[in-house]
């Protein structure tokens, strides 16, 4: 049974930073494309950050390019999205999800697995 599990959420200042982890069972991590996305109150789930599964290529949306890095560690089966800069228009659900599909994925339905979210919230 595949199971992805996301930690390391919470409330920080704006400005500040979070490193979030996706721990992923049932699979070999390498054998799966990520990606992170984000849903905010009210409003639909987004792409945020697409990786590989070698992890030797990435993609971002827009809004947190430059800003977020998404890494992954195939040894420990754990993606990780570091995130700096971090302004209230971050806040939201943050999923991770994974596929056995290739290419560029940025669309939810591109991904056959979810994990449960975890809360980022940035206020001051």
């Known amino acids: 049974q595949l199971q992805l599990v996301e930690s390391g959420g919470g409330l920080v200042q704006p400005g500040g930073s979070l490193r979030l982890s996706c721990a992923a069972s049932g699979f070999t991590s390498d054998s799966y494309a990520m990606a992170w996305f984000r849903q905010a109150a009210g409003k639909e789930r987004a792409f945020v950050a697409h990786?590989?599964?070698?992890?030797?290529?990435?993609y971002y949306a827009d809004s947190v390019k430059g800003r977020f890095t998404i890494s992954r560690d195939i040894a420990k089966n754990t993606m990780y999205l570091q995130m700096n800069s971090l302004k209230p228009d971050d806040t939201a659900v943050y999923y991770c999800a994974a596929t056995s599909r290739l290419g560029l994925l940025t669309m939810r339905g591109q991904f056959d697995y979810w994990g449960q979210g975890t809360q980022v919230t940035v206020s001051s």
């Open positions: 990786i590989t599964r070698s992890g030797g290529n990435t």
